[in-house]
């Protein structure tokens, strides 16, 4: 048994004497240290909090789940497996998801969006832009039902602004990802603009009914096929 030093003193819950630094902060203590150790006190609050809970809410508080280190507890079956029995999830603090991947590929996560969302293309947009389809076909109506760049019918992909989520409206797939390509930015796009008017042959009218084609102000042609 290891004798009771200075540094040291007896918690009034397990009885046992460890190290000072062991003990909770306490103000009201001349050794700044309070009369449980950290696991007790740990103890005693949370029953504190269940018994407040029970005596103002009628419910009891769940007991939190002891997992090994390096493990998640997965909900689906109930067992603790270790982290990378699970799946990828950035949105999680943990960066793993709740379901193991047996569960997450049984169909849990789709269940799960199903009942909560009412599928996973209202989980999407709420999740990712915090709008739902209700809003999505708003805002498609808006615009008359077609792309609000390009003008081409039924797109289907909400553009947003990704540096204040602002969602700007519908686009097509192609108009979409011409604008993540381009960052963006107004100042590429006015630079790939006049890019194009100087290697593109253009038609410019030269009379009322009559066009003309005018040949690129830079580039080179194609070298002949042999």
Not at 21 to 28: M, V
Not at 61 to 69: D, H, K, L, N, S
Not at 150 to 174: E, K, M, S, Y
């Amino acid at each position: 048994m290891t004798l009771p030093g200075e540094d040291q003193r007896r918690c009034r819950d397990c009885a046992e004497w460890k190290p000072l630094a062991d003990f909770c902060s306490s103000s009201k203590r001349p050794s700044g240290r309070g009369s449980y150790c950290k696991p007790c006190f740990n103890g005693r609050s949370k029953a504190s909090y269940a018994k407040r809970v029970e005596e103002k809410h009628g419910r009891e508080v769940r007991v939190a789940r002891e997992v090994p280190e390096g493990h998640r507890f997965c909900v689906g079956c109930g067992t603790a497996e270790p982290s990378a029995e699970f799946p990828r999830n950035r949105s999680d603090s943990t960066g793993y998801g709740t379901y193991c991947k047996p569960c997450h590929n049984n169909g849990r996560t789709h269940e799960t969006k199903q009942r909560l969302y009412g599928g996973n293309r209202e989980y999407h947009l709420r999740r990712r832009y915090g709008v739902g389809e209700k809003e999505f076909q708003e805002l498609l109506a808006e615009q008359g039902g077609v792309c609000a760049i390009r003008g081409g019918a039924d797109p289907q992909h909400l553009d947003h602004d990704h540096r204040t989520g602002w969602v700007r409206g519908i686009l097509c797939f192609n108009c979409n990802g011409g604008l993540g390509q381009f960052r963006d930015s107004p100042m590429r796009l006015a630079r790939a603009i006049t890019y194009l008017r100087g290697t593109t042959w253009q038609r410019a009218l030269i009379h009322p009914g009559v066009y003309q084609m005018c040949s690129p102000t830079r580039g080179r042609p194609p070298s002949p096929r042999f």
